[in-house]
């Protein structure tokens, strides 16, 4: 069992950065990949970063590459998302979520929700325009 709490999330304006991080209840990073999605009112859930078991696989969701950047701190069982150069479109709720994925996992599983067996509560980002 692995228990996640987000944090970080908040109100901000475009152009703005915000950091979510995300507690783990164990160590989990060298087990588990670790995602971050997101949910609009309205709309699907979306991937939107993941960083595979032990780091050595980074992916990024179309709209938010080159803006977020994904990490880990090990030492304190704690996932990242440091978003830059926010959007009114980034407004969300965010999730993090961990997957026992063997990291020769193709693209496909890393970035699909179904994959992923534990979630936390989420935390809420409202860009401002």
């Known amino acids: 069992q692995v228990q996640l709490v987000e944090s970080g999330g908040g109100l901000v304006q475009a152009g703005g950065s915000l950091r979510l991080s995300c507690a783990a209840s164990?160590?989990?990073?060298?087990?588990?990949?670790m995602g971050w999605f997101r949910r609009a009112v309205g709309k699907e859930r979306e991937f939107v970063a993941v960083i595979s078991r032990g780091g050595s696989r980074i992916y990024y969701g179309g709209s938010v590459n080159g803006r977020f950047t994904i990490s880990t701190d090990n030492a304190k069982n704690t996932l990242y998302l440091q978003m830059n150069n926010l959007k009114s479109d980034d407004t969300a709720v965010y999730y993090c979520?961990?997957?026992?994925?063997?990291?020769?996992?193709?693209?496909?599983?890393?970035?699909?929700?179904?994959?992923?067996?534990?979630w936390g509560q989420g935390t809420q980002v409202t860009v401002s325009s």
């Open positions: 164990r160590r989990t990073f060298s087990s588990y990949a």
């Open positions: 979520a961990a997957a026992d994925l063997p990291s020769y996992s193709g693209t496909d599983a890393y970035t699909s929700s179904t994959k992923y067996r534990y």
